[in-house]
C-alpha cells in the first residue's frame, strides 16, 4: 500500500496520550523530606514577614516616640527661647539661639534642629549653611502649619534641605511653634535612624524565636500522626496492589478454566463424533450405501472444521504461548490460526518483540488479533502483513491486508451502523493511551496501525 500513489492516506482515530498509570508507593524518606522542605519554606516566609512586621513596627514606636519628645523640646526649650528678633533673621539673636540648643537639645539623640517661617526660610539651623536659605516646603511641613499638629515620619534626605546630612535614613518631626508675639514658625528636628534598627532587629529576633518555636512544637506533636497516617496509607496501597493483581489472576484462571473445559468436553467430544462419522462412513461403504456414506462424510468434515474453529477460539481466549513464549511465538500462532480461514499471513517483526513490558505485548496481541479477525471476516481470501517495529514515535504496530478495503466514512457513522472491530480497536488503543490510524478504501486494502510510545524499561525475566 505504501509503493502505490493512489493508496489511502493514513488517518488518526486516537490520539495518543500519557496512559493512566497508578501513582508510586510513597517512601517515609521522600514524606519526610518533602515535609522538611515545607517547614524550611514556611520559616523563611515567616523569617521574611517578620522582618517586614518588626521594621513598621520599631518605625512607628520611633516615631511616635520622637513626635512626643519633640513636643516636650517645643514646649519646655524652644517656644520659651523664640524671640520676634529671631524671626526676623537678627545675628544676636540666631546666636543666643544657638548656645541654648547646643547646650538644652543637640546630642546623640537629637542630630538636627531647624525653624523655618512659613515661607519656607530657614531662620535657624545648627549648620550655619542653611541659613538664610529658602526652600520650597513639603506637603508634610505645609501641613502642620496648616492644621497645627505634630508630623513624624522617616526621611530619606533627598530633599536640598538635607545635602549636609549624612546616612540613608533620618526621623524627621515637624511641629508649628509662636514667637511671643504669636508669630508661627515651624519647628523641625532630625533624630538618628539607628535605633529603629536596633529596636527592629530585637523585634524581629523575638517574633521569630516564638513563631519558630511553635513551629516545632507544631511538627514534634504532629509526627507521630503523620507516621501513623503513612502507615495506614503503605497498607492501602498494598492491600489495593494485591487485590489489583488477585483481579488480574483470577481473569487469567478464569479464561484458562473456560479454554480448558472447551478443550477437554466439547472439543474431544466433537473430535470423537468426526472419527465415529468417518468410521460409518466406512461401513456404509462397505454396505454399498454410496449415498449414506457421503452425507456421514460430509458431517464428519462439518465437525472437523467446527473444531478447527473451537481451537481457534480456545487460543483467542486464552493464549498460552503469549504468557509462556513470550509475544514473537503468540503472533506466529496467531497467523497460524488465521491461515486455516483463508488469509496468507506474513509476520515481519523487526526488533525483539520479547523484551517490550508485558502490558505492551498483551495490547499489541490484541490487536494484532483483532486486525486479524477482521482481515479475514470481511477480506479473506487475502494476504496480510503483520509488521512490528520500533521507530522515534515509538513501538508500532501495522496490520495491512490486500482485500477489498471498505469506505473510510463508515468509522464515523453511529455505532449502530459502524464496525464493530473498528470500535474494539479504538476501545484497545484508548485504554492504553496509544495512537490509532486508519489507511482503507474501497478496493485498495486496509492497513491499521497502532503506536506504543517508548517504554522505560524491558520486561523482567522471570
Known amino acids: 500500500m505504501a509503493s502505490d500513489p493512489s493508496a489511502p492516506s493514513w488517518e488518526v482515530l486516537v490520539t495518543a496520550r500519557p496512559s493512566r498509570t497508578l501513582p508510586r508507593t510513597l517512601s517515609t524518606r521522600a514524606v519526610l523530606l518533602r515535609l522538611a522542605a515545607g517547614l524550611a519554606a514556611v520559616l523563611v516566609a515567616v523569617a521574611a514577614l517578620a522582618g517586614f512586621g518588626a521594621q513598621w513596627l520599631a518605625e512607628r514606636e520611633a516615631v511616635n516616640d520622637a513626635a512626643q519628645v519633640t513636643n516636650v523640646l517645643a514646649d519646655a526649650v524652644v517656644r520659651p527661647a523664640l524671640s520676634d528678633a529671631l524671626a526676623a533673621g537678627d545675628p544676636a539673636a ?7 540648643v547646643r547646650s538644652q537639645i543637640l546630642g546623640d539623640d537629637v542630630i538636627r534642629v531647624k525653624i523655618w517661617s512659613p515661607q519656607g526660610r530657614v531662620l535657624y539651623a545648627d549648620e550655619p ?20 499638629s505634630t508630623r513624624a515620619a522617616v526621611s530619606d534626605l533627598s530633599e536640598d ?12 518631626v515637624y511641629r508649628p511653634v509662636w514667637s511671643a508675639s504669636g508669630q508661627q514658625l515651624l519647628f523641625e528636628v532630625y533624630y538618628p535612624y539607628e535605633p529603629v534598627a536596633a529596636r ?16 516545632l512544637l507544631l511538627v514534634v506533636l504532629t509526627a507521630p500522626i503523620v507516621w501513623t497516617l503513612l502507615r495506614q496509607l503503605r497498607r492501602a496501597e498494598t492491600r489495593r496492589s494485591e487485590l489489583l493483581q488477585r483481579a488480574v489472576d483470577a481473569s487469567d484462571a478464569e479464561r484458562r478454566r473456560i479454554a480448558g473445559s472447551l478443550h ?8 470423537a463424533t468426526s472419527y465415529g462419522a468417518e468410521s460409518a462412513a466406512v461401513e456404509a461403504d462397505r454396505r454399498g450405501e454410496e449415498a449414506g456414506a457421503s452425507r456421514l462424510r460430509e458431517v464428519a468434515a462439518a465437525v472437523r472444521g467446527n473444531v478447527r474453529v473451537l481451537r481457534s477460539l480456545l487460543v483467542d481466549i486464552y493464549p498460552e504461548s503469549l504468557g509462556a513464549s513470550g509475544l514473537a511465538s503468540a503472533l506466529h500462532d496467531l497467523a497460524a490460526t488465521a491461515r486455516t480461514r483463508g488469509a496468507d499471513v506474513v509476520l515481519d517483526l523487526r526488533m525483539p518483540v520479547d523484551e517490550l513490558p508485558e502490558e505492551h505485548e498483551r495490547l499489541l496481541y490484541r490487536v494484532a488479533q483483532e486486525a486479524l479477525r477482521n482481515a479475514v471476516t470481511h477480506a479473506a481470501p487475502c494476504r496480510v502483513v503483520i509488521t512490528v517495529a520500533a521507530e522515534d514515535a ?13 469506505d473510510m466514512a463508515t468509522v464515523h457513522r453511529p455505532p449502530v451502523e459502524g464496525h464493530l472491530g473498528t470500535r474494539v480497536l479504538r476501545d484497545l488503543a484508548t485504554d492504553a493511551g496509544a495512537e490509532l ?3 482503507t478504501a474501497p478496493g485498495h486494502g486496509t492497513a491499521w496501525r497502532v503506536t506504543l ?9 522471570e
Not at 540666631?94 to 541654648?100: G, K, L
Not at 529658602?134 to 496648616?146: G, I, K, M, S, Y
Not at 527592629?200 to 513551629?215: C, D, H, M, N, Y
Open 129 to 148: 549653611q542653611l541659613i538664610g536659605r529658602t526652600f520650597a516646603l513639603d506637603e508634610a511641613q505645609r501641613a502642620a502649619l496648616t492644621t497645627p
Open 437 to 439: 490510524a486508519l489507511a
Open 264 to 271: 477437554d468436553g466439547p472439543v474431544q467430544e466433537l473430535v
Open 161 to 172: 534641605e538635607n545635602e549636609f546630612e549624612s546616612g540613608s535614613r533620618l526621623l524627621e
Open 94 to 100: 540666631v546666636a543666643a539661639f544657638d548656645v541654648i
Open 200 to 215: 527592629s532587629a530585637e523585634l524581629w529576633r523575638g517574633f521569630t524565636g516564638v513563631t519558630t518555636s511553635s513551629l
Open 394 to 406: 515509538g513501538t508500532v504496530l501495522t496490520v495491512a491486508d490486500d482485500g477489498r478495503g471498505f
Open 453 to 461: 510510545p517508548p517504554h522505560d524499561r524491558p520486561r523482567e525475566s
